[in-house]
């Protein structure tokens, strides 16, 4: 029903910024209704909860890790979700992954109905 597609992702140094974005393909509506979630996975690590947003953008959470220095926001209609990265430190270096479901935020991946194909970030010293 939704077909997400990240972009963004990049090589800075540290304490560099980067702006993913994840865009939905889906009927606008239905878009609308999807909390969003960014998730990350480095080598060697398990996927990782970092931020998300409800359906409605009147909630988000973010990883204690990442909390103060990612910013996440939504465009309702342009089926779009972004994740604002400032100050970013090599451990932040994983691939990046949106995710949604239906209406509200979860932590955990197996609760999630639809992925995108991932972005790479890697942040240098």
């Known amino acids: 029903q939704l077909q997400l597609v990240e972009s963004g992702g990049g090589l800075v140094q540290a304490g560099g910024s980067l702006r993913l974005s994840c865009a939905a393909s889906?009927?606008?509506?239905?878009?609308?209704?999807?909390?969003m979630a960014w998730f990350r996975q480095a080598p060697g690590k398990e996927r990782e909860f970092v931020s998300g947003?409800?359906?409605?953008?009147?909630?988000?959470y973010y990883s204690d890790s990442v909390k103060g220095r990612f910013t996440i926001s939504r465009d309702n209609a342009k089926s779009t979700v972004y994740l604002q990265m400032n100050s970013l430190k090599p451990e932040d270096t994983a691939e990046y992954y949106c995710?949604?479901?239906?209406?509200?935020?979860?932590?955990?991946?197996?609760?999630?109905?639809?992925w995108g194909q991932g972005t790479q970030v890697t942040v240098s010293s």
């Open positions: 995710a949604a479901r239906w209406l509200t935020i979860v932590r955990d991946t197996s609760e999630y109905d639809y």
């Open positions: 889906g009927p606008t509506a239905t878009a609308s209704k999807h909390a």
């Open positions: 947003i409800r359906w409605n953008g009147a909630g988000t």
